[in-house]
């Protein structure tokens, strides 16, 4: 069975101010605490597979290693 995939990164949500560990949600290219999300969705069902939450301070496309989530080149500049 053949899928055709999208890959969103839903970068940066911002989050209210925690006074313990808030080194590890500050992004300090936003310059605010936050959390990225990482869907993957079937582009014809519209189904969510895979969903990923971490930290703002992580880059987005660490976490797409992360995930494990394997991206064809040619398929990447479709979306």
Do not use: E, W
């Not at 911002?14 to 310059?31: H, L």
């Not at 990482?38 to 797409?64: E, P, S, W």
């Amino acid at each position: 069975m053949k899928l055709s995939l999208l890959i969103r990164v839903k970068n940066k949500k911002r989050i209210k101010n925690r006074n313990n560990k808030q080194k590890n949600f500050y992004s300090g290219k936003k310059r605010r605490h936050t959390l990225n999300s990482q869907l993957v969705v079937d582009k014809k069902t519209k189904q969510v597979i895979y969903t990923a939450c971490t930290n703002g301070k992580r880059h987005d496309f660490r976490l797409i290693k992360k995930s494990g989530t394997k991206i064809h080149p040619t398929s990447a500049r479709d979306y």
